[in-house]
């Protein structure tokens, strides 16, 4: 007779660096870097042959802005008396709906919410919601998990 096994997901923060660093990168490059980042993506949207690199930049703002990396899940499988830690990937929405949405809302919506999150980092003192701001673009422009 076999002992079940049981698999559980943990949603855990990736580790970024503190938040001193994270400000002086914010001042001396992301500000300029990621506003221009912002740019590129959108220029790449107009190309429509550049979408694809344009999603992706897109989904990299929150790493170019702040150095803060993608959240990350954290898999505890047991089985057999043996417990195993992974990191995985959150399941995503079917991609044609991913699709749908990025053509109808997402392009635009994710520009305003970057715009909006930018001024926020600029006028520092609402630099803490602009982060938290940045590390949602990914899902605002493309329902990514």
Do not use: H
């Amino acid at each position: 007779m076999s002992t079940p096994s049981a698999t559980v997901v943990i949603d855990a923060r990736s580790r970024n660096p503190g938040c001193l660093v994270q400000l002086l990168w914010f001042v001396f490059v992301g500000f300029w870097a990621g506003q221009l980042w912002i740019l590129a993506a959108w220029f790449f949207t107009i190309t429509v042959i550049g979408i694809p690199l344009a999603i992706a930049m897109i989904n990299s703002v929150p790493k170019i802005i702040a150095l803060r990396s993608k959240p990350e899940a954290l898999a505890i499988t047991t089985a057999g008396g043996v417990t195993v830690f992974s990191t995985t990937s959150r399941p995503q929405l079917n991609l044609l709906i991913r699709i749908a949405y990025f053509v109808l809302v997402g392009w635009w919506a994710s520009a305003i919410w970057m715009e909006i999150a930018y001024g926020l980092c600029v006028i520092l003192i609402g630099m803490p919601l602009g982060f938290w701001m940045f590390d949602r673009v990914p899902a605002l422009a493309t329902l990514r998990r």
